[in-house]
Each structure stands twice: as structure tokens, then as C-alpha cells.
């Protein structure tokens, strides 16, 4: 059975790596990870498309809406987790899952779970 991949945009690279060993430990494959809007973007139009996304929503000062609606536009499930939950609130993405930082565990597998079901290998 395939492990479903998740790409990871966030811009920070400390919270980058645990949410890769995070979400290796739970049972996915981290797809990517990426730190700029241009280059998640420029990844997408040139990579197979992962299973989820897990988005950040500022990336240096600029937001991750444009990989939003790429993302969107494939039919990419994605949540975002950040600490600009008042950003995600008045977008087009309020609909989205949104975790706030620091990410609870439990929580981020939780919405994983919602987006794509049980990972290869869970209990």
C-alpha cells in the first residue's frame, strides 16, 4: 500500500524539520519541503502532486495564497498551520482546516486523518 505524501510550505527551518519528523513518525511521506511562494509553486508545476498540504501563511512577508489556490485548482487537499489564523479567517481559504502554532500533535493527525484517512501502517 502507498504512504499518502504530504508537501510542507513553511519558511522557517526549525519548524520545517519537526513537521517533516512529525509527520514521518506518524506514518506519511513528506512530499517536499519549501520556504518560498515562487519556489512551491515553481515545485508544483514540475513535481507529481502530493496527497495533502501543509501551509504556513507567511513566508517572509508574503502569503501562501497563490500555492492555496494552486494547490486548490489540483484538487490538493490542504490545512494550514500558522499563526496568522486571523489571515486565513478573512481569505478565500476560511474554509480550510487551520492549525495554530505551535501545532498540537494529536491535532495536526487528527486533520491529516480528516484530509486524506488513516496513513499506511496506523493503528
Request: proline residues 7%; charged residues 20%.
Amino acid at each position: 500500500m502507498r504512504i499518502p505524501s504530504i508537501l510542507v510550505i513553511e519558511d522557517e527551518a526549525l519548524v520545517a524539520l519537526d513537521l517533516e519528523f512529525t509527520l514521518e513518525e506518524m506514518g506519511w511521506s513528506v512530499a517536499g519541503s519549501l520556504g518560498g511562494v515562487g519556489q512551491a509553486l515553481a515545485w508544483l508545476d514540475r513535481e507529481p502532486c502530493p496527497d495533502a498540504a501543509l501551509l504556513d501563511v507567511n513566508l517572509g512577508g508574503e502569503t501562501v495564497f497563490p500555492v492555496a489556490k494552486a494547490l486548490a485548482a489540483r484538487r490538493i487537499p490542504f490545512a494550514f498551520a500558522t499563526g496568522y489564523a486571523d489571515m486565513v479567517a478573512r481569505s478565500d481559504f476560511s474554509a480550510a482546516p487551520t492549525l495554530i502554532k505551535p501545532v498540537d500533535r494529536d491535532l495536526l493527525k487528527q486533520v491529516l486523518d480528516g484530509l486524506l484517512g488513516k496513513p499506511a501502517g496506523a493503528a
